[in-house]
Each structure stands twice: as C-alpha cells, then as structure tokens.
C-alpha cells in the first residue's frame, strides 16, 4: 500500500515547524491466511499501546480518508505515526525499534501484526493486560500497513523495526472523522533515553499501572464500553482522548508547551488587553503569576502608565501568524481572548465585528489547540437573544441572538466546545453580564451607561441615559468578574461539568442605578435619550442571569452588591475628582 494522496490539509501544510518530526514509510507486505484466521478465532491480540516514555505519552488515531492513523511520542520526545490500511501489514524494517512496554489494546485497531519478526503481545506481562475487548467499528478494518513517523536515530529497544524516510513534515489529517486517544504530554527539553523522575532517581522499572497511558487507556476502555441500558458506545470521548489541531503544524507542536513540572508557572497572554477590561486582568494575574508571566497584547498604542506596568505587545489577532510566533517565543501557556468589536459598536460595523470576533477566535482557538494552551474566552449576556427565556436566563437554553456580537459569541461558545470535544483544547468560558469598573472606559457597548454614570454623577451631577428608566440587565463589579475568570481557569477540570458558565452579580434598571447614586449625591438628575439600537439590544438580553451552575461546580461566589458597587465606584471617582480640583 503506497502513501494516500496528499490531501488539501496536506498540501498547505508548514513543514518548517518542528525539526524533530520526520516521516518515516514502511514497505508494506501482505497479510496473510493465517493473520486472518488468527484474528478470527481472536488468537491474534489488537494492535499495542507503543509509547515508551512514561513521562510522554500520546496516543491518538484518526480517521483519514480511508486510512486510519495512530500517533504516539517516541522515547526522545519525537512523535511516531503509524497508518493502518486495510490492505497490507507490516514488514520487518530494520532500521528502527519500538520498545513495546505493554499490550495495551487499541479499540481502534482490531488486528496484531508482527512487527519484525515478532508479534506485539509477545513478551508482555499478562498482568499489564486491560480488561477491555477490541471494540468493533465499520470504520476499522482488520489488517495493518504501519508507517511510521520519526526521527533518524534508534529509539527503542526491542521489537521489530521500520525503515524511515526523513521528512520535515508531520501527520496530516483529512477531513473524516475521528475516534482518537489522547493523553495529556509533556515536553522534552533534549532527547533522553534515560530521564530522571522528580525524585532524582531513574525510572527503570516502570509500573505500568501507574503510566499515565495506562491510566488513560483504562478510561477510554470505560467511555467504550457499551452501556448496559443501550448496548451503544459514549457518544463523544472525552476531550483528552481526542486528536490533534486544525492547522497544519507538526503533530507535536503541543509537546513546546506546558510540562507538568511548570505547571504553576503560567505564562499568560491577553489578546484585546487595552479595553475595559485587560488592564484590570493583567494587574490582578500578575499578583498571581509575577509581572513578567502575564502579557498584555493589542493593536492600540498603550497609555504609558499601562506600558510601564509589565510586558506589552502588539499582536492583531487576525494575523495568525503573529500570534503563533508571540505564543512560541513567549512561552504562553494560558490564553485570555479578550480582542472584541463590543454589541453597539458591532452593529456600527458588522464586517469588521464578524472579521475581529469570528475570524480572530479561529485564530486563537487554532493557536490554542496546536499548543496545548488553556484557553479563556468571554461570553456575554448578549450570547441571548428575545427567544431566550429572560428571567433568569439559564446556562443552557434557546440561544438566537440578533446581534454581530452575540452571534459571535455564541459562535465562540460552541467552537470552543467543539474543539475541546474534537481536539482536547482546554477551553473554559463565561458569559459576564455587563462589567463596571472605575478606573477603565467601557469599549461600546449596550450596558456602557452604568459605568459613565458615575463618572457623570460626580463631575457634573446630572446623566443622560441612553436606555428606558426601566432597562433591566444583569451587572457586575469588575473585581468580582476578574476573580470569576481567575477562578474558573484554576478550577480543576473535574468540576466543570460545563465549558461555558453564567456568572451574575446583581440585576438593576437604570432608575434603580440612579435611586442609590442619588443617597450619596441628592443633587443627582437623570434625564432619559433613549438609543434605539441599544435599547432594542438591551430588550433582547437577559434581565436576570441564573448562574446556579457556576456557583456549584467550582465555587462562584461574588462579592459586590449594588449598594457596596455604587460606594466604591463613587468613591473612586469622588477621590479622582478631588485629585484633579486639586491639580
Ligand atoms: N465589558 C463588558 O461589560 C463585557 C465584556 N465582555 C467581553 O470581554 C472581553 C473584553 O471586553 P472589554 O475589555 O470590555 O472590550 P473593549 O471593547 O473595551 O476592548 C476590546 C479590545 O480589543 C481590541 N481589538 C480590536 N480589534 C483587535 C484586533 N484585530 N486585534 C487585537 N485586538 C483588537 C481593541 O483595541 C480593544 O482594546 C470582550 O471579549 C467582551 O466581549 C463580555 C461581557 C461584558
Ligand atoms: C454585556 C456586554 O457584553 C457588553 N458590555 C455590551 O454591552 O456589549
């Protein structure tokens, strides 16, 4: 069986990323009566689990055209690809090795084929055996050709070998569908066939229980079962178990990423970081990761206090390119997508909205897959639309938005699932309801009015509003929602029984807003300019955010009520007033 033909994916392929990613082909032979027979009578064990690092394990297959594809890392740290065709099986290579460190079964290959001379599940403890049956699939067929991608030099031990052709390309992936397995990797710094665990000793003896491709195995042997009720197989797997990015970058490009042992060490970015909110989310990270590990990104030139405060970069997010290069070069392992066109100044321009809100979100969920980044997306209250149950508004309902802006949001919402169903990106989201802060400028959107009424109130005494008195839209400190977003992205995947989670604070009108303004300025008036556009946006949102679910499955909690909000925000701005009647 000769190599498929190259794809689109193929073609557009970089093949300049990861130097230690080679193509190597097998010749293929024929299987044989008896590899039929053996299957048959089920005397010949599936394919094995082939990773040998305990510390690197991927395995992963697809579906590609007609072709299945599986990939694991090698012990060097070099991703290895194996193709499984119906037609042809192995032959022995001599040039390259596997070491085979267990029999685990791959549901998704049904047949065993040897591999230089010797078949796979020989010399296996059959205490290492799971306890979990090939699971049958029209999509699989029985034999093997394995070619397998990897670098020049030997890197096993045992087994049968592969000859291998050098090639600057990675695995490509077609558009068929996918069943892969996955566990989480780390990277390698250099090539070690021998590497020190964290205690300093080496793990030679390696209990295979305690692997986490063992671990992992063992759970997709679970998500595989058939269910006793309905004899049919979990619907999805579960993202960890799924299979590589969407753009054509080497396989491996995610072992450049977070190592377990860096794990606590975040180096952040922050796309859209000069708005209302980005500022405000780079000082408070910074307290957690260090001013250096929290990096701020736009394409506006940022005010010098802003630039003096720790890193800032220009980064438009519609040039991918750009993007991968800060993420590489930088080290980012967390993402925070704040770049936006907000709902009214979306509708003022909706081809550039949909360019900054759907393409920019490619880019980031692209650049976030390939490099295993955990992924932080905002939502909004504007992801809702009329049809939305509006009092309250839960986490899951009727999402018809008629906005640019909430279409593009709840677009985000459901790429982001999407990608971490299909290729394990861990994306975490939370729709906020419209944010006050004191120190930073709302960027255009429809609950603008209750951050500039402050500021009003106190230098002028008097706020013309651009939505009806009685308007009522979910609200939020900023702190509150800053913590929120800290929170959810520490939060341990296990509890997330979502990847998308209402938060809420409070609900007020903006009569309501002005009433409590009014017990700290009496000489407060408000006068009514309704805006027909954010009015009609503001009719269609939620007026009430039920965030039940985040508040029980990691803890959501806030902290700021209406009465403490309109405190700290004149505070804020009657200090800053003084300061400047002062100057
Ligand atoms: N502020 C709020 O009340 C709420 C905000 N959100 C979401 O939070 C995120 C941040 O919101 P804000 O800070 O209020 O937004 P903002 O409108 O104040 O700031 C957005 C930033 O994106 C930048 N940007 C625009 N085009 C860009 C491009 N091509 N490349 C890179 N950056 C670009 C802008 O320069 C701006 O600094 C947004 O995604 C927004 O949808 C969600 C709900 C409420
Ligand atoms: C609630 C939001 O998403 C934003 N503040 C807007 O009004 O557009």
Same mark, same amino acid.
Request: aromatic share 8%.
């Given at each position: 069986?000769?190599?498929?033909?190259?794809?689109?994916?193929?073609?557009?392929?970089?093949?300049?990323?990861?130097?230690?990613?080679?193509?190597?082909?097998?010749?293929?032979?024929?299987?044989?009566?008896?590899?039929?027979?053996?299957?048959?009578?089920?005397?010949?064990?599936?394919?094995?689990?082939?990773?040998?690092?305990?510390?690197?394990?991927?395995?992963?297959?697809?579906?590609?055209?007609?072709?299945?594809?599986?990939?694991?890392?090698?012990?060097?740290?070099?991703?290895?690809?194996?193709?499984?065709?119906?037609?042809?099986?192995?032959?022995?290579?001599?040039?390259?090795?596997?070491?085979?460190?267990?029999?685990?079964?791959?549901?998704?290959?049904?047949?065993?084929?040897?591999?230089?001379?010797?078949?796979?599940?020989?010399?296996?403890?059959?205490?290492?055996?799971?306890?979990?049956?090939?699971?049958?699939?029209?999509?699989?067929?029985?034999?093997?050709?394995?070619?397998?991608?990897?670098?020049?030099?030997?890197?096993?031990?045992?087994?049968?070998?592969?000859?291998?052709?050098?090639?600057?390309?990675?695995?490509?992936?077609?558009?068929?569908?996918?069943?892969?397995?996955?566990?989480?990797?780390?990277?390698?710094?250099?090539?070690?066939?021998?590497?020190?665990?964290?205690?300093?000793?080496?793990?030679?003896?390696?209990?295979?229980?305690?692997?986490?491709?063992?671990?992992?195995?063992?759970?997709?042997?679970?998500?595989?079962?058939?269910?006793?009720?309905?004899?049919?197989?979990?619907?999805?797997?579960?993202?960890?178990?799924?299979?590589?990015?969407? $753009?054509?970058?080497?396989?491996?490009?995610?072992?450049?990423?977070?190592?377990?042992?860096?794990?606590?060490?975040?180096?952040?970015?922050?796309?859209?970081?000069?708005?209302?909110?980005?500022?405000?989310?780079?000082?408070?990270?910074?307290? $957690?990761?260090?001013?250096?590990?929290?990096?701020?990104?736009?394409?506006?030139?940022?005010?010098?206090?802003?630039?003096?405060?720790?890193?800032?970069?220009?980064?438009?997010?519609?040039?991918?390119?750009?993007?991968?290069?800060?993420?590489?070069?930088?080290?980012?392992?967390?993402?925070?997508?704040?770049?936006?066109?907000?709902?009214?100044?979306?509708?003022?321009?909706?081809?550039?909205?949909?360019?900054?809100?759907?393409?920019?979100?490619?880019?980031?969920?692209?650049?976030?897959?390939?490099?295993?980044?955990?992924?932080?997306?905002?939502?909004?209250?504007?992801?809702?639309?009329?049809?939305?149950? $509006?009092?309250?508004?839960?986490?899951?309902?009727?999402?018809?938005?008629?906005?640019?802006?909430?279409?593009?949001?709840?677009?985000?919402?459901?790429?982001?699932?999407?990608?971490?169903?299909?290729?394990?990106?861990?994306?975490?989201?939370?729709?906020?309801?419209?944010?006050?802060?004191?120190?930073?400028?709302?960027?255009?959107?429809?609950?603008?009015?209750?951050?500039?009424?402050?500021?009003?109130?106190?230098?002028?005494?008097?706020?013309?509003c651009n939505l009806k008195p009685d308007t009522r839209l979910p609200m939020m400190y900023i702190d509150d929602c800053l913590r929120a977003t800290l929170e959810v992205m520490e939060a341990p995947a296990e509890s997330l029984s979502m990847r998308t989670y209402n938060i809420n604070a409070m609900s007020f009108t903006p009569a309501e807003?002005?009433?409590?303004?009014?017990?700290?300025?009496?000489?407060?008036?408000?006068?009514?300019?309704?805006?027909?556009?954010?009015?009609?946006?503001?009719?269609?949102?939620?007026?009430?955010?039920?965030?039940?679910?985040?508040?029980?499955?990691?803890?959501?909690?806030?902290?700021?009520?209406?009465?403490?909000?309109?405190?700290?925000?004149?505070?804020?701005?009657?200090?800053?007033?003084?300061?400047?009647?002062?100057?």
């Amino acid at each position: 069986m000769g190599p498929t033909a190259p794809g689109p994916a193929q073609r557009t392929r970089q093949h300049t990323e990861c130097p230690r990613t080679y193509e190597c082909r097998k010749t293929p032979s024929r299987k044989t009566v008896e590899d039929d027979s053996a299957m048959k009578k089920k005397e010949r064990m599936p394919f094995t689990g082939t990773s040998l690092n305990p510390e690197i394990i991927l395995l992963s297959e697809e579906q590609r055209l007609n072709v299945r594809f599986l990939t694991f890392p090698s012990q060097t740290g070099s991703i290895f690809s194996g193709q499984l065709h119906s037609e042809t099986s192995l032959p022995p290579a001599p040039q390259s090795k596997l070491s085979i460190i267990s029999n685990l079964t791959m549901p998704f290959v049904e047949n065993q084929k040897r591999v230089g001379g010797r078949t796979r599940e020989e010399g296996l403890s059959p205490r290492c055996r799971l306890p979990w049956q090939p699971v049958p699939s029209p999509a699989v067929k029985p034999y093997a050709d394995v070619r397998l991608l990897g670098p020049k030099k030997e890197i096993g031990a045992s087994g049968g070998g592969f000859a291998r052709r050098e090639d600057k390309g990675a695995v490509r992936r077609g558009p068929a569908g996918l069943s892969a397995l996955r566990a989480v990797s780390v990277p390698r710094a250099s090539p070690a066939p021998q590497r020190r665990s964290i205690s300093g000793r080496l793990p030679r003896k390696v209990c295979l229980r305690d692997l986490p491709v063992v671990r992992m195995l063992r759970r997709v042997a679970c998500w595989m079962q058939p269910s006793p009720a309905c004899g049919c197989r979990a619907p999805v797997l579960p993202s960890r178990f799924l299979g590589t990015s969407p $753009r054509q970058i080497p396989m491996d490009a995610n072992f450049h990423s977070t190592s377990f042992l860096e794990a606590d060490q975040q180096r952040v970015l922050i796309t859209g970081g000069l708005g209302q909110l980005g500022v405000g989310l780079a000082n408070f990270l910074r307290k $957690r990761f260090g001013k250096d590990n929290v990096i701020l990104s736009d394409i506006r030139k940022p005010p010098e206090h802003v630039f003096l405060s720790g890193p800032f970069i220009y980064s438009d997010i519609l040039d991918y390119k750009n993007l991968r290069e800060i993420v590489v070069n930088n080290r980012i392992t967390w993402l925070f997508h704040y770049s936006a066109l907000l709902s009214a100044v979306g509708e003022a321009n909706v081809s550039l909205a949909r360019a900054v809100n759907i393409t920019g979100l490619h880019n980031v969920l692209d650049v976030a897959a390939e490099h295993g980044l955990r992924l932080f997306v905002p939502s909004t209250i504007g992801a809702f639309g009329p049809t939305s149950p $509006r009092n309250p508004t839960p986490d899951l309902c009727i999402q018809r938005p008629r906005t640019i802006y909430g279409v593009s949001k709840v677009h985000a919402e459901l790429m982001g699932e999407y990608y971490y169903y299909r290729y394990g990106l861990d994306f975490r989201c939370l729709r906020y309801p419209g944010i006050i802060s004191a120190d930073s400028q709302p960027g255009g959107g429809t609950t603008d009015y209750a951050v500039q009424i402050f500021h009003e109130a106190v230098k002028n005494g008097r706020f013309e509003c651009n939505l009806k008195p009685d308007t009522r839209l979910p609200m939020m400190y900023i702190d509150d929602c800053l913590r929120a977003t800290l929170e959810v992205m520490e939060a341990p995947a296990e509890s997330l029984s979502m990847r998308t989670y209402n938060i809420n604070a409070m609900s007020f009108t903006p009569a309501e807003l002005a009433q409590e303004v009014l017990k700290h300025v009496p000489e407060f008036q408000v006068t009514y300019n309704v805006d027909p556009v954010r009015q009609a946006i503001a009719d269609s949102w939620p007026m009430n955010f039920d965030d039940s679910n985040a508040r029980k499955d990691w803890g959501w909690k806030h902290d700021i009520d209406l009465p403490e909000l309109v405190t700290t925000m004149l505070n804020f701005h009657g200090s800053e007033n003084r300061v400047a009647q002062a100057n």
